[in-house]
């Protein structure tokens, strides 16, 4: 795969890193995460939009886009302290799903078989499946347990006729085999679907599903503490954040929204200790749709998902080394 570059907009990097070349072994050597562009929305099913995410959330902050941001709560510049670059999009046409589908699990799998981490912005849901399937690839299949950020289960069977769909991508990786049920765990789930056949699918896999009514009871923290001891014999952790986890009135541009979700603080915070505390071999963000946000305000939590993750990544590197990034003297936030 040649790199593309963008499909939609301006052809930049996620602010401003190095770009590099997929097929291009020598431009991977030393990479701790590569940025892939999904532009992909032929999975929707309500509105679509979601093929303009990648531009976005690589566009979407006010600071110069010089390839660094130093954390605050962490103490590291995620994007200095680990080798971040861009392979740019994956040439992904919204009318043919499952050449698409599979462009993105052969770029995904090249970048995990050369040690990198892969970090997807979609792009709709169904850029998952490939996603997951394509770490699997390098990881073993069933190795890799996934955490799972969304208001919506997305386990469906068919839906309009067709296997492939935003709301179909983790039916698909369990049924492959590329994921496992009893290692699938899924955080704010919420409103009127699916239904009780679905429900009693997933309760047959397995899966573990933290729905807002629990976590409203409960807490995140202690929802998030079941999930970390779950995922210890894991080879590693797929991070799959769904924008529309968080309520639509702090994230409206998203193609499914539902009302009563997490705040843009907590999914922030979460993804901070999940990326701190747990073995991630891959993330991506999905469902960013340009078209329905204001003021930018999606993309810009979105694009502060990457940054907490790179963060909260760069961290966990220098405390296993045992050496500092910072000023060992001024105390890290919190980070739970």
Same mark, same amino acid.
Do not use: K
């Given at each position: 795969?040649?790199?593309?570059?963008?499909?939609?907009?301006?052809?930049?990097?996620? /602010?401003?890193?190095?770009?590099?070349?997929?097929?291009?072994?020598?431009?991977?050597?030393?990479?701790?995460?590569?940025?892939?562009?999904?532009?992909?929305?032929?999975?929707?099913?309500?509105?679509?939009?979601?093929?303009?995410?990648?531009?976005?959330?690589?566009?979407?902050?006010?600071?110069?886009?010089?390839?660094?941001?130093?954390?605050?709560?962490?103490?590291?510049?995620?994007?200095?302290?680990?080798?971040?670059?861009?392979?740019?999009?994956?040439?992904?046409?919204?009318?043919?799903?499952?050449?698409?589908?599979?462009?993105?699990?052969?770029?995904?799998?090249?970048?995990?078989?050369?040690?990198?981490?892969?970090?997807?912005?979609?792009?709709?849901?169904?850029?998952?499946?490939?996603?997951?399937?394509?770490?699997? #690839?390098?990881?073993?299949?069933?190795?890799?347990?996934?955490?799972?950020?969304?208001?919506?289960?997305?386990?469906?069977?068919?839906?309009?006729?067709?296997?492939?769909?935003?709301?179909?991508?983790?039916?698909?990786?369990?049924?492959?085999?590329?994921?496992?049920?009893?290692?699938?765990?899924?955080?704010?789930?919420?409103?009127?679907?699916?239904?009780?056949?679905?429900?009693?699918?997933?309760?047959?896999?397995?899966?573990?599903?933290?729905?807002? &009514?629990?976590?409203?009871?409960?807490?995140?923290?202690?929802?998030?503490?079941?999930?970390?001891?779950?995922?210890?014999?894991?080879?590693?952790?797929?991070?799959?954040?769904d924008i529309d986890v968080v309520d639509p009135g702090m994230a409206p541009g998203t193609? &499914?929204?539902?009302?009563?979700?997490?705040?843009?603080?907590?999914?922030?915070?979460?993804v901070r200790r999940i990326c701190l505390e747990l073995p991630v071999v891959g993330i991506d963000v999905v469902e960013v749709?340009?078209?329905?946000?204001?003021?930018?305000?999606?993309?810009?939590?979105?694009?502060?998902?990457?940054?907490?993750?790179?963060?909260?990544?760069?961290?966990?590197?220098? #405390?296993?080394?045992?050496?500092?990034?910072?000023?060992?003297?001024?105390? /890290?936030?919190?980070?739970?």
């Open positions: 795969m040649t790199r593309y570059g963008s499909m939609y907009g301006p052809d930049v990097t996620f /602010l401003g890193v190095d770009r590099c070349d997929v097929s291009d072994a020598p431009s991977l050597a030393g990479a701790d995460v590569v940025i892939i562009g999904a532009p992909f929305d032929g999975g929707t099913s309500y509105r679509s939009g979601a093929r303009f995410g990648p531009s976005a959330i690589r566009q979407a902050c006010y600071l110069a886009h010089d390839g660094s941001r130093p954390s605050l709560a962490m103490r590291t510049d995620g994007l200095r302290d680990l080798r971040v670059v861009d392979a740019g999009d994956v040439e992904m046409f919204s009318g043919d799903i499952e050449s698409s589908l599979q462009a993105l699990r052969d770029v995904v799998a090249r970048v995990a078989a050369a040690g990198a981490m892969p970090l997807v912005l979609g792009g709709d849901h169904s850029i998952t499946w490939p996603d997951v399937t394509g770490v699997a #690839d390098r990881h073993g299949h069933g190795q890799v347990a996934v955490v799972h950020f969304d208001a919506h289960a997305d386990t469906g069977d068919i839906e309009f006729g067709s296997l492939y769909g935003h709301g179909q991508p983790m039916r698909r990786l369990i049924e492959s085999g590329a994921a496992r049920g009893d290692r699938f765990f899924q955080i704010g789930l919420r409103g009127y679907w699916p239904g009780p056949e679905t429900l009693a699918w997933m309760a047959e896999q397995r899966m573990r599903s933290y729905e807002m &009514t629990e976590i409203g009871v409960r807490g995140l923290a202690a929802c998030l503490d079941e999930v970390a001891a779950a995922t210890g014999d894991c080879v590693g952790v797929f991070l799959s954040v193609g &499914t929204p539902e009302p009563g979700g997490l705040t843009a603080r907590e999914l922030l915070d979460a749709a340009p078209p329905y946000d204001s003021a930018d305000v999606t993309a810009l939590l979105a694009n502060r998902v990457v940054l907490e993750a790179l963060s909260a990544l760069a961290r966990r590197r220098c #405390d296993s080394a045992g050496s500092a990034v910072w000023d060992p003297s001024v105390p /890290l936030l919190e980070h739970r």
